[in-house]
Nanobody, 122 residues
Framework: QVQLVESGGGLAQAGGSARLSCAASRGTFSMGWFRQAPGKEREFVAA????????AYADSVKGRFTISRDNAKNQLYLQMNSLKPEETAAYYC??????????????????WGQGTQVTVSS
């Protein structure tokens, strides 16, 4: 079992920035960030390979969000810039045990954190 714990959520201004972190209890997996707003399905935000050499982003966040990791610290990060009010959601980190193409759907991930709320005010 792998425990994932997100942190860094809170209140941000529209156009502002926030940085999320996710601590993993063990292992090195492909990792992803997802978000879920009330009444909506969980949606893909970004993913990163085990080495950190490959990343993938949802079109809606490209150029504004950056996913990164520090394997020595078992940490995953999501730097979010130019935030929009419609990006208010619970943000989740997830780990994928498989090897290959980065997953972009929740079903491809095996472990999940409890989520951290990001609220973007206009």
């Amino acid at each position: 079992q792998v425990q994932l714990v997100e942190s860094g959520g809170g209140l941000a201004q529209a156009g502002g920035s926030a940085r999320l972190s996710c601590a993993a209890s063990r292992g090195t997996f492909s990792m992803g960030w997802f978000r879920q707003a009330p009444g909506k399905e969980r949606e893909f935000v970004a993913a990163i390979s085990r080495s950190g050499g490959t990343t993938a982003y949802a079109d809606s966040v490209k150029g504004r969000f950056t996913i990164s990791r520090d394997n020595a610290k078992n940490q995953l990060y999501l730097q979010m810039n130019s935030l929009k009010p419609e990006e208010t959601a619970a943000y989740y980190c997830a780990a994928d045990r498989s090897i290959g193409v980065l997953g972009t759907t929740p079903e491809e991930y095996d472990y999940w954190g409890q989520g951290t709320q990001v609220t973007v005010s206009s």
